[in-house]
């Protein structure tokens, strides 16, 4: 049975898109809380980009569900502004332990809720792009992800940065032992 576009939708699919949608919408209104407690500039700008970046995300998402057809503005890419530096090895810090008052919120937490947001939503997003029947809103699912990883690294570049994630290492052996743990797959594979 052939539907209308804006009918060509399963109900597992929108029971699936109405909580990536929701998340995505509480998110938003997660960053309006942190961005008053952001004291780093750098970390405002980002926050601030990634509002601008996901409210437009969100408004693709809904034209799409509502009409079933391709949105008036596709799908963006996302291009972070951090350089790829990461940081390897740990630093000695105080045993963390969760603030008491919101006063005491500051660019750490900040940034942590943030990354919470962006995988909170990479992973409802994939989720819905696997269930949903209607092609154009699983395509829109599917492109939004990479954006939301390309986001999430954004931030633990800063947070590396800053030493609010920090990033061991394995001894040169060990890591020479899960390095070359695999090999190639010898021959021709059939078709």
Aim: proline share 7%.
């Amino acid at each position: 049975m052939q539907l209308p576009d804006q009918q060509n939708h399963g109900g597992h699919e929108l029971f699936d898109a109405h909580e990536a949608i929701s998340g995505l919408s509480a998110g938003l209104e997660q960053f309006l809380l942190y961005e008053q407690h952001i004291q780093d500039p750098e970390l405002k700008t980002m926050l601030q980009q990634h509002k601008t970046f996901l409210t437009q995300l969100y408004n693709t998402i809904v034209e799409t569900l509502q009409t079933g057809q391709e949105p008036a503005v596709k799908t963006q890419v996302y291009k972070m502004t951090q350089p790829n530096d990461v940081l390897y090895g740990m630093q000695p810090a105080q045993p963390k332990s969760p603030v008491q008052s919101v006063n005491e919120l500051n660019d750490e937490c900040v940034s942590g809720f943030m990354m919470g947001v962006l995988k909170s939503s990479a992973s409802a997003f994939t989720t819905t792009a696997f269930e949903t029947t209607n092609p154009v809103l699983r395509r829109v699912f599917a492109d939004s992800i990479p954006n939301l990883i390309e986001m999430g690294y954004e931030v633990f570049l800063y947070q590396n940065k800053h030493q609010y994630y920090q990033v061991p290492q394995l001894k040169p052996q060990d890591m020479q032992s899960y390095i070359t743990g695999f090999g190639p797959v010898q021959g021709t594979m059939p078709h």
